[in-house]
């Protein structure tokens, strides 16, 4: 609408409607005295009557051109500057103009030409308003269904990567990030830490008390460990009743010691079952670190925690181990002023 606006004035402005209506009414006003004057040639001679004759021919070029202004502006100049503001309100979004236009007559050959362009514009204007305004409904209506497209891919995306008993991170989400620990370990000099938590007796546990007190459990131990956890530490459900954190930067001693206040919050942690009965737990732990001069590979990483675990759980659960690089699984124990040492 505003190209369209910004056209129509530029063809009134090329016009130049006064300027040609003046000189026509000029041109009709000195019509009769040319021709007066070529039909009175004879009397050229007569120095009074040339002298009438100017005269004449300067009263008529006033006459006219004055009334050629009078006629323009009384009867065209306001209708142009309305159709030039009304373009101007329509190149700044409003479509509001002529409200004070007569009625249309029987014939229309016989209305203000001015008039019947102002309602036929008057009339665009409305349409085009009509149809921004559906425009902005549409507009509005598409980006609801964005955002409520956008919110469904969130949801699918937490869904893809998260556990929906605990909502920790699932297996896959979590060996893809240990994936990228490790490619970015080996591009700069750090280490990262894998520990592999396994809750023991988790069998007895269903068979005992049923198998919706154990979901209460899982569920229960996953906001323990991530009570335990600090920001950037990833914690996932890996299988039924096995959980992994992935401890980036971290060296032995630090994964160590978040394993231990891992198992440490688990013992402590009080459960109950649907009958009000109050049990607690234990898990075992297995502990390894990749570093630039050791394992680089998640599957290494992830098969040496695993026999860190397996050797914690054969020890007889409710341990924590170590994988050693040189000398294999070792165990951790936590002394009275809390401090672990390898033994």
């Not at 000099?189 to 546990?205: A, C, R």
């Amino acid at each position: 609408m505003e190209e369209m606006a910004t056209k129509v004035m530029a063809k009134i402005n090329s016009i130049q409607i006064t300027t040609i209506l003046r000189s026509s009414l000029l041109l009709t006003g000195l019509a009769p005295l040319v021709v007066a004057v070529i039909a009175a040639a004879p009397l050229l001679d007569d120095d009074r009557f040339n002298l009438a004759m100017v005269l004449g021919v300067l009263v008529a070029l006033s006459i006219s051109w004055l009334l050629g202004s009078l006629v323009v502006n009384g009867l065209f100049m306001g209708a142009i500057k309305r159709l030039q503001d009304f373009c101007l309100q329509v190149k700044q979004g409003k479509y509001d103009g002529f409200d004070d236009l007569p009625g249309q007559g029987l014939i229309n050959s016989d209305e203000n030409e001015f008039i019947s362009l102002m309602r036929d514009m008057g009339w665009m204007a409305r349409l085009i308003k009509k149809r921004e305004q559906e425009l902005r409904a549409s507009i509005a209506m598409l980006k609801a269904a964005q955002d409520e497209l956008n919110q469904s891919n969130a949801c699918l995306a937490e869904m893809a990567m998260t556990d929906p008993l605990t909502r920790l991170y699932n297996r896959r989400y979590f060996f893809d990030h240990l994936e990228q620990e490790c490619a970015h370990m080996n591009r700069k000099p750090q280490s990262v830490s894998l520990i592999m938590l396994d809750i023991d007796h988790f069998k007895i546990i269903n068979d005992k008390y049923g198998h919706q007190t154990g979901d209460i459990v899982l569920t229960e131990l996953s906001r323990a460990i991530e009570k335990t956890v600090r920001s950037g530490e990833i914690v996932a459900r890996i299988g039924g009743e096995e959980f992994a954190v992935l401890v980036p930067d971290a060296d032995k001693d630090g994964a160590v010691h978040i394993a231990c206040r891992i198992c440490r919050e688990v013992r402590e942690h009080v459960f109950k079952d649907d009958e009000g009965q109050t049990f607690k737990i234990t898990c075992s732990a297995g502990i390894t670190v990749a570093s630039q001069a050791s394992v680089r590979s998640a599957d290494k990483l992830c098969k040496q925690a695993d026999i860190a675990l397996y050797a914690a759980k054969e020890a007889g659960r409710n341990r924590i181990y170590f994988y050693d690089h040189q000398y294999g699984p070792i165990e951790v124990t936590e002394n009275g002023n809390g401090y672990q040492n390898m033994s």
